[in-house]
């Protein structure tokens, strides 16, 4: 008990931040975010225990855990549902961000399928209505199925 309270006596700027980075480290093996905010909640608590305030180890301990609690409300609140948000965004989906856009057809359909171009690829597609568009004409990708287009005129 004696060395663990020696330890705590000797807390400062440096040994605050030495958590905080070791609570990142644990936060980029885990990926929740949760260690996040005790991160950032030691690294604040290191500026309260700065010699020139002479702030006593209880009193460091106190403000470490209310501004992780403080921290974890306000992310959980508000940080994770626009992080959720931002999933659907379609910002590493090539695919969720092709449906609506216009591709050009490189070869006559036949039966309703053919080939389209979409920025500098070719895709596979087909017609929703069975129509046969001729090479040249522009359409309007409607789903993906696949890696099959689907698309209208």
């Known amino acids: 008990m004696e060395m663990l309270l020696s330890v705590f006596d000797r807390m400062n700027l440096w040994a605050w931040w030495a958590v905080s980075g070791v609570i990142l480290i644990a936060e980029l093996l885990t990926g929740t975010t949760y260690l996040l905010w005790p991160a950032a909640a030691a690294f604040l608590t290191g500026f309260v225990a700065l010699e020139v305030l002479g702030v006593s180890w209880p009193v460091q301990l106190a403000v470490f855990a209310l501004l992780s609690f403080v921290l974890l409300w306000i992310g959980d609140r508000w940080v994770r549902p626009s992080m959720r948000a931002g999933a659907g965004s379609g910002l590493n989906d090539r695919s969720a961000r092709m449906v609506g ?9 036949s039966s309703g399928r053919g080939r389209v171009r979409y920025g500098d690829s070719e895709w596979a597609a087909e017609t929703t209505d069975g129509t046969n568009p001729v090479a040249g004409s522009t359409l ?3 789903a993906i199925n696949g890696v099959i287009l689907t698309i209208v005129s």
């Open 140 to 142: 309007k990708v409607e």
């Open 101 to 109: 856009q216009r591709v050009q057809v490189v070869a006559d359909f």
